[in-house]
């Protein structure tokens, strides 16, 4: 029985050049960091640091979570970290890509279409190894079993065929054996011509950095 789902998360990586690379930390290290209040506590190993401290949790009834609070913003600050208010965002509203938006007729013909055609042969042929894959995102609630036929009810829904990648992977006993890969393939076309990574406008995606280590 072949399997198609409903996209969900679009994954976009971009490669920079060394010059670009370099630009970009440049851009970085120049910007003005947020103001940041001094921590109450003393993290240094001193005579003075434990008992100081100590101090500080007696007054707040050793509620850590209000010191911390407390003293925000802070090095100490929950997220301080991390790009904290993109990620409670992300947490709080969910997870949303910038895609270009396609024609009513043609977004209708690519659903037609890949409902027909289903997934990739790959998917049938790995099937034995797959099958447990799809239920255990099922069990675990990270794949909602819904009709085929709902996606032309559901806004601006598009169907991504699913397929097989065989690769090795290594035991801890450094024998090479098979690993079979579940992938969501949003390259894929329909007779639009747009899938949906063709579509994600790159400009408004978050940027992720890598770099060669050698």
Not at 170 to 181: A, N, S
Request: aromatic share 10%; hydrophobic share 35%; proline share 7%.
């Amino acid at each position: 029985m072949p399997f198609t789902y409903l996209f969900s998360l679009v994954s976009e990586k971009v490669t920079l050049s060394q010059e670009h690379f370099i630009k970009v930390v440049t851009n970085i290290l120049q910007e003005k960091p947020p103001a940041m209040n001094p921590p109450s506590f003393i993290f240094k190993r001193c005579h003075l640091a434990a008992p100081h401290n100590a101090k500080i949790l007696y007054e707040a009834n050793f509620d850590l979570d209000k010191v911390i609070r407390a003293q925000h913003p802070s090095q100490l600050s929950y997220g301080s970290e991390l790009l904290w208010d993109r990620l409670k965002d992300i947490l709080n509203n969910g997870a949303t890509f910038p895609l270009q938006l396609i024609r009513a007729e043609n977004l209708q013909l690519d659903l037609a279409y890949h409902k027909e055609r289903g997934s990739h042969k790959s998917l049938s042929k790995y099937s034995s190894f797959i099958d447990p894959v799809i239920s255990e995102d099922n069990e675990h609630g990270f794949a909602l079993p819904l009709p085929i036929e709902m996606s032309h009810y559901m806004k601006n829904a598009s169907i991504a065929p699913l397929g097989c990648q065989k690769q090795t992977t290594i035991r801890e006993t450094g024998q090479v054996i098979p690993k079979y890969r579940l992938i969501h393939d949003q390259s894929f076309p329909g007779p639009s011509g747009s899938s949906v990574n063709l579509r994600v406008q790159k400009n408004l995606l978050s940027l992720i950095m890598y770099s060669f280590v050698p």
